[in-house]
């Protein structure tokens, strides 16, 4: 596998690329998809329709959670332009290996037991480098990322989409088929709930179901008397959820540690299983999983 902007992808089992039609390629590549996500128990993206909100951080913790409790998991890092995760889980200067065995397929690197990620940032040359790349070409890196990495059997695979509804989340939805569920993420003030709306809309209009809203930054925790700070306000996440019909999955506080944390590469529900944060995330877990079935 070879993450570049002119890999003919869905071609790994043959030697004549040059003679495929690009009908064929396209069916050799879907194939591969459904055949690498067929392992796969449910598969969810996490949303934003802003930047800033701390969506990244939502799924890595989620995540955490969920691999603690024995689950398999992986995280797509699906951010071609801004891929944080392998800085946050602190794996980003590993590089993925080629699966034993196979025509190219790469193998997700290992950010802690049962936890999984790929990212385009592992292919970057140094943490400056943009990828400065149009539609097409993030397309047939998400071909790449889900059929021609082996996941294994996992029970949840994490899709940590860019802001907005753009390009990245509509070749996750195209390519996949069948999208378990979204879980979006927004701050309380009025600003992000405006784009969030947007978020939701969007996975009506392609008939993903709405896990649940999650209010980030949901007032500061003051690190020298324990009382919360509403910086950004609070109770618009629920409002939002209420007011687009969506279940509302919690609200988690911001606690100065989640910013060293990620700057650290450490989850913060492992780092601090005693937070109110950490309860917080818990909660979302909890109603999560219920709601995943």
């Excluded at 925790?221 to 509403?230: A, E, F, W």
């Excluded at 506080?253 to 995330?281: I, N, Q, R, Y």
Aim: charged share 25%.
């Amino acid at each position: 596998m070879s993450v570049d902007c002119t890999s003919d992808t869905g071609c790994k089992t043959c030697d004549t690329v040059a003679t495929c039609s690009q009908d064929e390629k396209e069916r050799r590549a879907q194939r591969f998809i459904d055949t690498a996500m067929g392992a796969i128990g449910k598969k969810f993206m996490v949303l934003s329709g802003k930047g800033g909100v701390g969506k990244s951080s939502v799924a890595v913790n989620l995540a955490a959670i969920l691999a603690l409790r024995g689950k398999k998991v992986g995280i797509l890092d699906a951010d071609i332009h801004g891929p944080n995760i392998p800085k946050m889980l602190g794996i980003d200067a590993e590089r993925p290996e080629a699966a034993p065995g196979s025509a190219g397929d790469l193998l997700p690197i290992a950010a802690a037991d049962n936890l999984s990620v790929m990212s385009i940032g592992f292919f970057l040359q140094n943490e400056d480098q943009a990828v400065i790349w149009r539609g097409p070409m993030k397309h047939g890196v998400m071909k790449q990322f889900l059929g021609e990495v082996q996941w294994g059997k996992l029970d949840y695979l994490i899709i940590d989409l860019p802001p907005g509804t753009g390009d990245e989340a509509l070749s996750i939805c195209h390519l996949m088929g069948k999208v378990d569920g979204a879980v979006i993420v927004t701050t309380p003030q009025d600003v992000a709930l405006l784009d969030s709306k947007k978020s939701i809309s969007f996975c009506k209009e392609l008939q993903i179901p709405v896990i649940g809203v999650v209010e980030n930054m949901s007032g500061m925790l003051c690190p020298h008397c324990g009382k919360t700070i509403d910086l950004f306000k609070t109770g618009g996440g629920e409002k939002i959820a209420k007011k687009m019909k969506v279940p509302f999955l919690g609200r988690v506080p911001l606690d100065p540690a989640m910013v060293m944390c990620g700057d650290e590469g450490k989850a913060f529900v492992t780092k601090h299983p005693e937070s109110p944060a950490t309860a917080a995330f818990v909660v979302i877990a909890d109603a999560w999983e219920k709601l995943l079935g």
